[in-house]
């Protein structure tokens, strides 16, 4: 590619689309790590020890029987393997896409701790879960009817795994979601390379293959319903909402145009039916450390931004992204600047500048040095956190989420709730998954009592 | 580095590596390549009587595979040579005559009756071949028609066959044993009885290597119907390496040469072979996998190990283990080991754990943080657990000095050696005197 002229391309002032030509663009988005073939799976598959109480499964919070699937796929039976995944994980699909599995599974695996290089777990369960979804058909059968009826709020990873599971235990589900579409962040989040094609969709449909499930979409908890008629007309209900709410930065200049929350952007390239025609800036801050963090920045990156600089306040060590998403950003152009925190955006009209401040860990948490420094900017994404959406007053909270005892029972009876709403977990997609399931089951012991 | 000549029966080679009797030596184009690539010798494919043999027209392989399709075991329908007898012969002598350092030695296999061997002999005494083995092994196709292993199962016929043999022609004659019998020193036997120099061997095991699932048919499947082959590769080596050393202890055989065959890959298999009384290797799964320039790993690596343990020539290494294969009944019933799991080496996979624990004898502890620990208590040494440890070394078997107490039994270890022979439990023990 010929080195882009000053005020063309990636060098053009403002934020504006159409920065790499569409050849470029589609290179960028194209999967992330496609699928093995059937050869690249069998030598990968080789590897695995099937070990004994295997570190692996203790590892993957949906404890997925790892060994087990792999001696599957090792002896041609693909489908068998997808069928051990499903049974813990019904969203095995996009988990495979997602996990971080180098902080999870791959790196409880002892050939990691062996030779530093542990089973590629992730991209196996890919090639199985795809296998067996290309074949068509749903793997499991729903049992008898029970005549029971559950609200599911919530058609990201926990209320999916929870209406299904419900669902395959004979009870009718309906889920509500706010969204035109389901999926949650599998759908609005998440970084594009990683689940290309349409996939959120395509496993939505295939998932509700089972049977029993009706989907409501375009209805909001609050906005068009109360919890209050969703309990006096169900027999139980789930609440997997999300987070809906953006941490602010609370600096000087934070309303002006060009600074929104990342998962706005995200959203909005996740949706666009046209990634050339999706305006992003020259240059690019953003600011948080975690995954979304890493997929805004990635993704700005790939749409032809010329700089991008992720900003935390923290160290390295200290991010909610993995080792392995750091290296992506940074292998991407993207630079990472720590132990800092911004103390305004600047610019006469239009954002040109944030100015930071560089901190340190003190004995009372982060302490400033004294030192300021200045980013130029044209569009600023926050990635600082998010948090619960506006939710009914009576549910006790803990920790700015939904309080949640055993498996999702919130403080109203007959009321659950999991994934990211919820307190505790990691606020990761394979947890969400968990948690709806766990919380399944409970509402089955529950409605069978 | 040591001196890997090798003079096997007369016939001199510059190295100990042959490649046996197989497609790889079926004719000159293939016997050229592999002596430039550095083979101390080679069988020639064996040769038959006109009408030449034919083929069948499908599948002639079929393999058994380990991790990362490793081959381990391969197994053949293929007939003897399918060329005219006089092709062979030609192409023998011209090769020979450029290679004159290098062992040529031809395989023969025709009918069971003195004028057909008394006709072959002289056409390859012609070549200025320097020895011919018998094929007595082939276990498929050409025994069906009373050559091949059908002889090599009747020692009375080994022993004629090598007669005839030994009586019509000077040059050194081999007889290829087929180890589809019982008790391999029968046939051994047999073959030095009738005047044989040497025996070589394992030829091919009788084998199906699988079925195929949608169609039923063995493989390798030839129009749906498949027929029992010859196993060879390094599946067959632990069978070849027992049938070498009953040969070398033998009192009949002892002594006698041994041409070892049998999954050899490495120069650590064929070391293993010489040590157990073989004195020169053959080889043909290993090329027929890697191809021909394998043999010079083995070159490099056998003169490494015999440089490092300081064997000078082969002499000093071919049969030296031949005196430590015994019967169960002389091991030392005195000699207790315990496996021992090296901390640092353990990558926690916990294999040795789920073998002990479900299939042995509950002597190996799983503590928090995955830490494994033998329970001395329990240990058998079996050595299931090493076995099945996927890192090399990690776990060993020590032997507990004699005046240790063995916490398994409560008794202390004696220094003397006890055995079968004499333990209390054998209802034929031997009164100590």
Redesign the interface.
């Known amino acids: 590619m010929k080195p882009s002229l000053a005020g063309e391309g990636p060098r053009a002032s403002g934020i504006v689309a159409g920065r790499l030509p569409a050849e470029a663009i589609a290179r960028n988005f194209s999967d992330i790590a496609p699928r093995f073939d059937d050869h690249e799976a069998?030598?990968a598959a080789?590897?695995c020890?099937?070990?004994?109480?295997?570190?692996c499964v203790a590892a993957c919070p949906t404890s997925i029987d790892i060994p087990m699937f792999i001696r599957e796929i090792a002896t041609g039976a693909a489908e068998s393997a997808a069928r051990t995944i499903f049974t813990q994980n019904i969203l095995g699909g996009i988990c495979a896409r997602v996990c971080p599995t180098e902080t999870l599974c791959e790196e409880a695996c002892?050939?990691e701790?062996?030779e530093g290089r542990p089973v590629e777990i992730g991209r196996l369960q890919r090639y199985a879960t795809d296998t067996l979804v290309a074949r068509g058909g749903h793997p499991f059968a729903r049992a008898a009817a029970t005549g029971r009826r559950v609200a599911v709020v919530g058609a990201g990873p926990s209320g999916l795994a929870c209406a299904h599971r419900l669902a395959m235990l004979g009870h009718d589900v309906t889920i509500y979601d706010a969204r035109p579409k389901a999926g949650g962040l599998n759908e609005y989040g998440i970084a594009a390379y990683k689940a290309p094609g349409g996939f959120a969709q395509a496993e939505f449909d295939w998932l509700l293959g089972i049977g029993g499930i009706e989907v409501r979409h375009g209805v909001a908890l609050g906005r068009d319903l109360t919890l209050e008629t969703l309990r006096a007309d169900h027999d139980a209900v789930f609440l997997g909402v999300g987070l809906a709410g953006v941490n602010a930065l609370g600096i000087e200049g934070e309303d002006k145009a060009g600074v929104r929350p990342a998962v706005e952007f995200i959203a909005e390239l996740r949706q666009a039916a046209d990634l050339g025609a999706l305006p992003v800036g020259r240059r690019v801050v953003v600011i948080g450390g975690g995954m979304t963090a890493i997929d805004a920045a990635v993704q700005a990156k790939l749409l032809g931004a010329e700089d991008v600089t992720i900003v935390y306040r923290r160290g390295r060590d200290r991010m909610g992204a993995s080792e392995y998403e750091q290296d992506l950003a940074l292998s991407r152009g993207v630079r990472i600047v720590t132990g800092a925190v911004p103390l305004r955006a600047i610019g006469d009209g239009a954002l040109a500048e944030v100015e930071f401040a560089h901190v340190r860990e003190g004995e009372a948490g982060l302490e400033a040095t004294g030192e300021t420094f200045r980013l130029a900017a044209d569009q600023v994404f926050k990635a600082i956190g998010q948090r619960l959406g506006p939710l009914p007053s009576r549910l006790a909270l803990a920790g700015g989420k939904i309080a949640v005892e055993g498996p999702g029972r919130t403080s109203l009876p007959g009321v659950w709730a999991g994934g990211d709403c919820a307190a505790g977990g990691e606020d990761l997609t394979v947890t969400a998954v968990a948690e709806g399931r766990d919380a399944a089951m409970d509402i089955h012991a529950a409605l069978c009592a | 580095m040591a001196d890997l000549r090798c003079d096997f029966v007369g016939i001199r080679s510059p190295n100990p590596f042959w490649l046996a009797s197989a497609p790889p030596t079926d004719k000159e184009y293939n016997v050229r390549r592999a002596f430039e690539a550095g083979w101390g010798g080679v069988v020639w494919k064996t040769l038959g009587l006109d009408p030449h043999i034919v083929n069948v027209n499908g599948p002639r392989y079929g393999a058994v595979w380990g991790?990362?399709?490793r081959l381990l075991g391969l197994n053949n329908i293929e007939l003897i040579t399918d060329r005219p007898l006089e092709t062979n012969l030609r192409e023998i002598k011209a090769v020979k005559r450029d290679w004159p350092d290098r062992a040529m030695v031809v395989s023969l296999m025709v009918p069971c009756d003195e004028a057909s061997w008394k006709s072959i002999l002289p056409l390859v005494e012609e070549t200025g071949a320097d020895g011919v083995e018998l094929n007595f092994g082939c276990p498929h196709g050409m025994s069906e028609r009373g050559m091949g292993s059908a002889v090599g199962q009747v020692p009375e016929y080994i022993e004629m066959v090598a007669r005839w043999c030994k009586a019509n022609t000077r040059m050194p004659v081999i007889v290829k044993l087929t180890p589809n019998i019982t008790d391999i020193r029968f046939p051994a036997r047999a073959a030095f009885r009738g005047g044989a120099d040497a025996v070589s061997l394992i030829n091919t095991v009788s084998s199906i290597t699988s079925v195929d699932l949608d169609t039923f048919s063995p493989l390798p499947s030839i129009d749906g119907k498949g027929s029992h082959g010859g196993y060879c590769g390094p599946a067959v080596k632990p069978i070849a390496l027992n049938m070498v050393a009953e040969i070398a202890r033998d009192a009949e055989t002892r002594g006698r040469p041994i041409s070892g065959i049998g999954g050899i890959t490495t120069w650590r298999d064929a070391a293993e072979f010489m040590a157990l009384g073989a004195g020169s290797v053959q080889v043909c799964t290993a090329a027929m996998t890697y191809g021909f320039r394998v043999v010079q790993e083995m070159i490099a690596g056998l003169g490494l190990w015999m440089d490092r343990g300081g064997h000078a020539k082969l002499a000093d290494i071919v049969g030296r283990a031949v005196p430590n294969v015994t019967d169960w009944q002389y091991l030392n019933l005195n000699y207790v080991a315990k496996a021992r799991i090296d901390q640092e080496l353990c990558?926690?996979?916990?294999?040795c754990?789920?073998a002990c624990e479900d299939t042995s004898h509950q002597a190996i502890a799983?503590l928090p943080g995955?830490v494994f620990e033998v329970k001395d208590d329990e240990c058998v040494a079996c050595n299931l657990c090493v076995n099945v440890c996927?890192?090399e070394g990690c776990i060993t078997m020590e032997r507990l000095a004699p005046g240790a107490t063995d916490p398994r039994t409560g008794r202390v270890v004696p220094a003397e050696h006890a055995n079968w022979t004499t333990h209390p439990n054998n209802p034929m023990a031997k009164a100590a005197e």
């Open positions: 069998m030598v080789d590897r020890y099937f070990c004994h109480d295997a570190p002892v050939r701790a062996a | 991790a990362d399709r990558i926690k996979c916990g294999r754990f789920a799983m995955r996927p890192v």
